[in-house]
């Protein structure tokens, strides 16, 4: 196997891993998570970004070091102080800060990495203060119209085709009555969007690495957003008919895993398909 299709399988594994591990820590095992993190870790360093090392952002510097440091601890003090556990914007916060360490080491794999994990965590966290944060304090209500209009009634509307009605109660609520009654919330990480984030943080990191020209690397992210959202979609209906044949208890054992495992087929596809076209 050459160093470029070793790199791409590398690649491929690490987006699986990762994924993994933020969905694990923050919605399933800890442990789990700990443990691909470190897996994907170790992946990491095997990788040999040929053009990484030529960027000329990020270069060593102590306020880089110092400011890791700072994310890194400010971070987990808050945590720990408030007695709250690690949510996805908390393991993307902390990975960004870890990659800004990182990047400042005297190892240079490690350093190259860490601009890799600099680029995904930075745009993962930009983009949720935006949506999430910025939106929230200006009162625009786009999150809830996006569950609903985007997410909830396409999917409802799918699953009344194959025969199984579904009772729309609120706006990211529905009713199931299969193998017994219950409700099912369609909002927060149901949206799809965290999973969107991640991998226009990826694709955008790979073509800075990989020096994309602007009209590839904008090409990319637009089919990253659309196949991101129709594979969301495809979560919804599983977890609908989840529900509906096997009821809530396998339904939420399905939800910790399947969100994960499906982005980080997808991630390798768009990986894939990346390569292809160089």
């Given at each position: ?26 919605e ?50 808050y ?27 005297q ?15 930075s ?6 203060l ?37 009772e ?19 909002g ?21 690495i990989?020096k994309?020209?602007f009209?590839?690397?904008f ?41 994960w ?18």
């Amino acid at each position: 196997m050459d160093n470029e299709n070793k790199n791409l399988v590398l690649i491929l594994l690490v987006l699986a891993l990762f994924t993994g591990m933020a969905v694990e820590v923050s919605e399933g095992s800890t442990v789990v998570g700990v443990i691909l993190f470190l897996i994907s870790i170790f992946l990491l360093t095997q990788i040999n970004f040929k053009h990484l090392g030529n960027s000329g952002l990020l270069k060593k510097s102590k306020t880089y070091f110092v400011i890791g440091v700072f994310i890194v601890s400010a971070d987990l003090y808050y945590n720990f102080k408030n007695g709250g556990e690690l949510g996805t914007l908390d393991v993307m916060t902390l990975f960004f800060g870890a990659s800004l360490i990182g990047t400042q080491l005297q190892n240079p794999q490690i350093a190259r990495v860490s601009k890799f994990g600099a680029y995904i965590s930075s745009v993962f966290v930009v983009l949720y203060l935006i949506f999430y944060s910025m939106f929230a304090f200006l009162n625009i209500d786009f999150l809830h119209k996006f569950d609903h209009y985007m997410i909830l009634l396409p999917t409802v509307k799918i699953i009344g085709l194959m025969g199984i009605p579904l009772e729309v109660i609120a706006t990211e609520t529905v009713r199931i009555s299969g193998v017994e009654e219950m409700t099912m919330v369609i909002g927060g990480p149901c949206s799809g969007l965290y999973s969107m984030f991640l991998l226009i943080g990826i694709v955008f990191g790979y073509s800075q690495i990989e020096k994309m020209d602007f009209n590839r690397t904008f090409m990319m992210l637009g089919f990253c957003v659309a196949v991101a959202y129709i594979s969301n979609l495809f979560r919804v209906i599983v977890l609908y008919l989840t529900a509906y044949y096997y009821g809530e208890e396998t339904m939420m054992l399905v939800h910790t895993h399947i969100g994960w495992i499906i982005f980080a087929g997808v991630a390798a596809g768009i990986m894939y398909f990346i390569e292809l076209k160089r």
